[in-house]
């Protein structure tokens, strides 16, 4: 039990550490084609990933409690999805199921409609606070809006393959996982 908790929060901070890198070099080349100048796409580039990667990882935290809702109806389900999520179930009862509860299943849902509706609120949210960093640092409202806008849009494009990057890996994980138990 230890080392699997151990296991989840590593790769927790391995996937928040990958954003984090992502979105700094994407950050800076943005910030530098639209100001020319090394030392604002820098900043821009240091502190909107910092105040970014705070904020994706309450947007990834809140995205899988909304999908573990979604399949919830009760304390055993509640205790079903714990343990599915800390991988201590079998896989094969993770996707078991349950006939009064209309396909219930505690495997994550990642059906395109969430996939495209978890990028659109990443990017909303990712236009908000990259404005307000930008204003903070170059006090230039028609600045702050070109980085807001372009620099989001890119970082959205790459949220969304990092995204289904860590989806195949936690897969390809749980596969593994699988073959091991029937060997």
Excluded: C, N
């Amino acid at each position: 039990m230890v080392r699997t908790l151990i296991s989840t929060a590593r790769r927790l901070a391995l996937k928040i550490a990958s954003y984090g890198v992502m979105h700094l070099v994407v950050a800076v080349l943005v910030a530098f084609a639209i100001t020319r100048d090394w030392r604002l796409a820098l900043a821009v580039g240091v502190v909107e990933p910092f105040f970014q990667t705070i904020a994706y990882s309450i947007h990834d935290r809140l995205w899988h409690r909304i999908e573990r809702r979604k399949r919830l109806s009760g304390v055993e389900e509640a205790a079903e999805a714990f343990t599915a999520r800390l991988d201590i179930m079998a896989p094969e009862e993770q996707t078991r199921s349950h006939g009064g509860h209309q396909g219930h299943s505690h495997a994550l849902p990642r059906s395109f409609k969430q996939v495209a509706l978890k990028t659109v609120t990443y990017g909303l949210m990712h236009f908000v606070v990259a404005v307000a960093v930008a204003y903070a640092l170059t006090q230039d409202w028609r600045v702050s809006l070109a980085i807001g806008i372009i620099e989001p849009l890119v970082q959205t494009v790459f949220f969304t393959v990092h995204d289904r990057i860590w989806t195949r890996i936690e897969a390809r994980k749980a596969q593994r996982a699988a073959e091991m138990a029937s060997a």
